[in-house]
């Protein structure tokens, strides 16, 4: 009997297993810790380390709880290239189930594009939330995702050296690119694209590392030309962070970095690869801090240089070895069981963070009146108040869950 997707007919030479798929709880529940850290921005520990300076347990939490200024990471950072990451892994996952389904190459392909349209328009349209008119920007987590899932997809769907073909090429490619675009010169000023001398001197480079400096760079200079095509409040000269469109680039570096460990886990299954996450991992933290300490690529999760690729790419195979380990090779399951209930359920996660907070927060302003969560003191009411918030977040999860409402893209 031919097979519904036959090389000969559809083109690709290598087609994901027909096998049945079984759910994999650690990547579950690593996404599900990852979703918690994005909705636990509402406990505003940086607010409550400010109300106890010199406590340096609210210090650690709070830095770990915001983005670096520049170059580093804290906790914070690894959250989008996590998610990023995951996107990759379910692939294979993704692809087998729809394939068991009856889906045929084409179709499946269909779907792909029409995620990654969705993934892109939900992704401006959060982010247009507080604008007077659609606010056209495309570093948000969902846009950079949406760009590049078609190139993951078509990935998918070929063998494994094509994978890793492709991200030498992303990384190096995206490397060279910013390498030969011009640095500012000795005059430039820096405060014409929202550098002030003291951001400058603090973490701008000088010498080659010059060419990933904030705001002066060839994604910049490309945001400058392409954002401005779109109908704007104002003309876009900078992005205040520093964020770029041109970020989905590396960022697909990412992805295909949970690719390969999606196939790993679905080779091995029902055993789990320790040995090639573990070595993954150390082998993408010493390659991104190597480049980064020889000036040749720092690492900046704000612009996704490929160093950062590499670097936060290692930290997520270290991450989910962890969880694999603990999960289905220990077998210690059940305290996982909330990560997995927002684990599965990512997308509504996201946007019950964006939707809900301001709903929530004046509803208990209405009912408990403005002063309630004091009764700690003024300085952990932040704490308090978001911890409230985020416990509703996850009751609303938790119903979603029990009812099987999944919100799927």
């Not at 494994?160 to 492709?166: C, G």
């Not at 030309?225 to 109908?231: D, Q, T």
């Not at 009146?369 to 003024?378: K, N, R």
Request: some cysteine; proline content about 6%.
């Amino acid at each position: 009997m031919s097979s519904v997707l036959e090389p000969a007919t559809l083109g690709p030479p290598s087609t994901p297993s027909r096998a049945p798929v079984a759910r994999n709880v650690a990547v579950d529940a690593y996404r599900g810790i990852v979703m918690l850290l994005m909705m636990a921005e509402v406990l505003q520990f940086s607010r409550v380390a400010q109300a106890f300076p010199g406590n340096w347990f609210w210090r650690v939490l709070a830095y770990n709880q915001t983005h670096v200024e520049w170059a580093g990471c804290s906790l914070h950072d690894l959250i989008q290239p996590s998610f990023s990451f995951l996107v990759g892994v379910a692939l294979p996952y993704s692809l087998t189930s729809r394939l068991a389904k009856g889906g045929t190459f084409w179709k499946l392909l269909a779907h792909a594009l029409w995620r990654a349209f969705l993934l892109a328009a939900l992704g401006i349209f959060l982010r247009s939330m507080d604008h007077t008119q659609t606010y056209f920007t495309m570093e948000d987590t969902l846009t950079q995702i949406g760009f590049g899932y078609p190139f993951l997809f078509l990935l998918g769907f070929r063998p494994p050296r094509w994978a890793w073909a492709a991200l030498g090429v992303v990384l190096t490619g995206y490397w060279l690119a910013w390498a030969l675009y011009p640095v500012a010169g000795p005059n430039f000023d820096w405060q014409s694209v929202g550098v002030t001398a003291a951001w400058h001197a603090q973490h701008n480079y000088t010498g080659f590392a010059a060419h990933w400096n904030k705001n002066y760079n060839l994604g910049n200079a490309f945001d400058q030309w392409f954002l401005n095509l779109f109908p704007r409040e104002t003309p876009f000269v900078y992005n205040e962070g520093g964020y770029l469109t041109l970020s989905f680039i590396p960022t697909l570096g990412t992805m295909i970095l949970g690719l390969i460990a999606g196939r790993w886990l679905r080779a091995a299954a029902p055993k789990t690869p320790m040995k090639q996450l573990l070595v993954a991992g150390a082998v993408g933290l010493a390659a991104g801090l190597l480049f980064h300490y020889t000036h040749i690529c720092p690492v900046v999760k704000r612009i996704w240089t490929p160093s950062w690729t590499l670097f936060s790419g290692g930290a997520c195979f270290l991450w989910l070895a962890g969880f694999s380990w603990v999960i289905e090779i220990k077998r210690y399951k059940a305290w996982a069981f909330p990560l997995v209930v927002i684990g599965m359920n990512s997308i509504a996660a996201y946007c019950i963070a964006h939707f809900l907070e301001e709903f929530i927060l004046s509803t208990f302003r209405i009912h408990l009146g403005p002063h309630f969560f004091q009764f700690l003191g003024a300085g952990l009411e932040p704490l308090l108040l978001g911890a409230a918030v985020l416990s509703c977040y996850c009751l609303v999860l938790f119903w979603m869950y029990r009812r099987k409402l999944f919100l799927k893209i």
